[in-house]
């Protein structure tokens, strides 16, 4: 899958999604500072499903308009240790093999809950 995962995702956590085989582009490593408009455009442009811990984002997309990704992920907890989003995130794409594209979905530790991205 292709991820965009923004400055707040712990970098150990984009390490273990690429080991486990995703293409994740970190906002970190290549656009720090960028603004959350250049990272919605980008993820829309690129295909891409935002990884973020970042609320703002729903509003951004349903009420602002602006460029919708492929997917978005706000993750609506704090990690225990860097590793621990990608773990449910692995967890969550193997063995619920839940539809992350077309979705704006709110993860936390024991659910999830999910909308349609208006394309």
Known sequence: MKFLANENIPKMTVKMLRDAGHDVLSV???MAGAEDRAILSLAAKEKRTILTFDADYGELIYQKRMAVPAGL????FMPK??????KILLMLLEK??????GHFTVLERDRIRQRPLAQ
């Open 28 to 30: 970190a490593e290549d």
């Open 81 to 86: 240790n860097p590793g621990e989003p990608a």
């Open 73 to 76: 992920v706000f993750l609506r």
């Open 96 to 101: 619920a093999r839940t539809e992350l594209e």
